[in-house]
């Protein structure tokens, strides 16, 4: 299981939300911190890459259809580090264009190191 740390904003977005959307949320990040890698290499992570709106190469997102949440997440993978990046709805391309900030705000850290834990 990789570790799982969360920036400061994202923690605030997931203790924003009811409580038992919390605890979907966290069963199904714990789930997919087992193997966050790509599908492509046996894991559950779901690639993001780059459109006209946003460039996400190297991120992965979680989707909680029935709960209307999207989670993105980047990888440390020297340490086994899965980083949360953003915890918010999934309207339009919302939750994309506020990860994509955080990924301009932290750089190459989202990548390299650990933040918050729970």
């Known amino acids: 299981m990789w570790q799982i740390t969360f920036l400061p904003e994202a923690k605030k977005e ?7 959307i919390q605890k979907i949320v966290l069963a199904g990040i714990r789930k997919v911190s087992k193997n966050p890698l790509p599908q ?17 190469t190297g991120f992965f997102k979680i989707k909680f259809k029935d709960v209307g949440i999207r989670v ?4 440390a993978p020297s340490q086994k580090i899965m980083n949360i990046v953003a915890v918010l709805p999934r309207e339009d391309d919302y939750c994309y264009k506020v990860a994509e900030k ?7 850290d989202v990548f390299k190191k650990s933040f918050e834990n729970l």
């Open 14 to 20: 997931l203790f924003k939300l009811d409580k038992q």
């Open 40 to 56: 492509s290499e046996g894991g559950y992570g779901k690639p993001l890459g780059s459109n006209q709106s946003t460039n996400l």
């Open 72 to 75: 993105i997440y980047a990888l």
């Open 102 to 108: 955080r990924k301009k705000k932290y750089g190459k």
